[in-house]
């Protein structure tokens, strides 16, 4: 039988838990061992502006309720604060508290060194290719939603 090659998809799901392990690992370092993956890909949502619940939900393809439990848990160990929306009090937002924030930079300067590191590995041409293709928009829907994004 034929052995493929493995397929894009394969290819970065496992660049992208390699760096996931590299930043678990050096949260746990810093002392934000408390932090868990599903966590790290909250907090990768809200750049420094509340997000609503209902957004977050969509953006990591899970439940409302899922997004709430785990909202309930980061506010439980003081990362993340929930707001009410100034433009519908229905709405509910999260938003990083101090803690929050102060975890999110470390994360941040984690990432630079996680890329100086893979950029050393690969060479910076490469490097640079490789981020400029992920950055592309992939479809028309990508282009539309990035738009609306930024």
Excluded: C
């Excluded at 746990?28 to 420094?48: C, S």
């Excluded at 439990?69 to 993340?80: D, H, P, Q, T």
């Amino acid at each position: 039988m034929k052995k493929t090659a493995p397929y894009l998809r394969q290819l970065l799901l496992l660049r992208s838990e390699w760096m996931e392990d590299r930043l678990m690992a050096n949260a746990a370092k810093r002392g934000y061992a408390d932090i868990t993956p599903a966590m790290a890909r909250l907090f990768a949502y809200l750049a420094g502006k509340p997000v609503a619940l209902s957004d977050l939900a969509r953006k990591l393809s899970v439940s409302r309720q899922a997004v709430h439990k785990l909202a309930l848990e980061s506010a439980r160990m003081g990362y993340v604060e929930f707001i009410t929306s100034e433009t519908d009090a229905r709405v509910k937002l999260l938003k990083f508290t101090t803690k929050g924030r102060n975890m999110s930079l470390t994360a941040e300067n984690d990432l630079i060194e996680i890329e100086r590191v893979l950029a050393k590995q690969l060479g910076s041409e490469r490097m640079h290719l490789l981020k400029e293709a992920l950055a592309t928009p992939w479809s028309s829907e990508d282009k539309d939603r990035r738009r609306t994004e930024t």
